[in-house]
């Protein structure tokens, strides 16, 4: 099993070239930054963890400047988002942004993205998209990206993404970035089962067919959903988000499910500095050492 490692990236912590040397020098295989461009300060949107919304959520710098940093200062750590809100960016310059940031990177990113859980976030955006619509126009931007880094000469027309035939580029390396969709509620998963290339749940959020909590058999389930769809269930790795600490009896629990890894966390999303996060690094590090074997 391996592991990755999500930082909040404010620009008042850990640099992101900095920690992306650390975790490939540590043994982990992937660095995740997530994303928010701003946080409405009405906050009519209710932390989905409940309670006040942690500082980390209002510094996040940009997730593909960041990245990129973290790709020039390590040769084969894969940088992934976790998660681009894809629905808040141009679509033509979120296609040319994560085209170029894979080939400079040599094929390495790892396209993590979401549709959000702040309505007035994605109202300043994208006031045309109803938040209620916001998995459709997700759908639908993701074809919109497919057509964009795999066609030549490319062309899309849909409700609410559309360019007219044009030459976009750069490609990225393997004529797409693979996707993974980070949903862990039941409508989120059976899109990430339809048409996701990986899929990159948070175990806490993480629900079974009956709509209750369940790890285990929420995989289990997403996998029967894949199958349903018509596709390989080996085919769509699955990357479990931990927030929590990993202790020993939850790695168990987790080992032989057959993921791909899991993306570990500091002790919160607070904003914290590079002594902070160092300190973390060393206790989650003989973790990796051990179960990653």
């Not at 899929?199 to 909590?213: F, K, Q, Y």
Request: proline share 8%; hydrophobic share 40%; net charge negative.
């Amino acid at each position: 099993m391996r592991f990755g490692y999500v930082s909040m990236n404010s620009a008042s912590g850990i640099r992101p070239d900095v920690v992306a040397r650390e975790l490939e020098e540590r043994g982990f295989d992937s660095f995740w930054v997530p994303e928010h461009s701003h946080i409405p300060v009405s906050r009519l949107s209710p932390f989905p963890n409940g309670g006040d919304l942690p500082s980390g959520y209002l510094h996040m710098m940009g997730p593909f400047v960041s990245l990129t940093a973290a790709a020039m200062a390590t040769t084969d750590l894969i940088v992934a988002t976790g998660v681009c809100l894809l629905l808040e960016h141009d679509l033509l310059d979120l296609a040319c942004q994560t085209a170029t940031l894979d080939v400079l990177s040599g094929g390495r990113l790892l396209l993590g993205v979401g549709v959000g859980w702040n309505r007035e976030e994605l109202e300043n955006h994208r006031p045309d998209i109803p938040f209620n619509k916001r998995y459709a126009a997700m759908r639908e931007r993701v074809a919109a990206l497919r057509a964009a880094w795999g066609q030549e000469e490319a062309a899309f027309e849909g409700t609410w993404d559309r360019f007219s035939p044009s030459w976009v580029n750069p490609k990225p390396t393997r004529g797409y970035v693979p996707i993974a969709l980070g949903n862990s509620f039941p409508l989120g998963i059976r899109h990430a089962a339809q048409y996701a290339d990986h899929w990159s749940p948070i175990d806490a959020h993480l629900v079974n067919e009956d709509g209750e909590p369940d790890v285990v058999g929420g995989i289990a389930w997403f996998r029967s959903l894949v199958a349903e769809f018509g596709r390989d269930p080996d085919s769509v790795p699955i990357t479990l988000w931990m927030f929590r600490r990993p202790e020993p009896r939850r790695l168990e629990r987790y080992a032989p499910l057959g993921l791909e890894r899991l993306v570990l966390s500091g002790s919160s999303a607070t904003l914290e500095d590079e002594a902070t996060t160092l300190r973390t690094l060393d206790e989650l590090t003989p973790v990796v050492h051990a179960w990653r074997e």
